[in-house]
Nanobody
Framework: QVQLVESGGGLVQAGGSLRLSCVAS????????MAWFRQAPGKEREFVAT??????????DYADSVKGRFTISRDNAKNTVNLQMNSLKPEDTAVYYC???????????????WGQGTQVTVSS
């Protein structure tokens, strides 16, 4: 029932920043836990960040590889979840996917809804 569309990917030099956005359809966005995953060429998809459902206070968690550099946020009024990516490294290069789940999870199999992905390329 939930459709997700990511945007904001692109090419950036190491040390630069990008802000990814994911817009969800429907009126139930606030009830979903949201997450970002990424998949680099030849590698498995991996967890990046998640943010809890709710209207007021949100709880976020991050993969160790991005902690301190990435920030996930959501705006329920706009049905949007964002990923601010700072201090980007070449190893951050991947297709980034937005996902929605009815429960908090770090595991991709727990997310029922996925966007199409947006490419992030970080050059040396």
């Amino acid at each position: 029932q939930v459709q997700l569309v990511e945007s904001g990917g692109g090419l950036v030099q190491a040390g630069g920043s990008l802000r990814l956005s994911c817009v969800a359809s429907g009126r139930t966005f606030r009830f979903y836990h949201m997450a970002w995953f990424r998949q680099a060429p030849g590698k498995e998809r991996e967890f990046v960040a998640t943010i809890s459902s709710g209207d007021r206070t949100y709880y976020a968690d991050y993969a160790d590889s991005v902690k301190g550099r990435f920030t996930i946020s959501r705006d329920n009024a706009k049905n949007t979840v964002n990923l601010q990516m700072n201090s980007l490294k070449p190893e951050d290069t991947a297709v980034y996917y937005c996902a929605a789940s009815t429960s908090a999870s770090y595991t991709e199999t727990d997310y029922a809804y996925w966007g199409q992905g947006t490419q992030v390329t970080v050059s040396s």
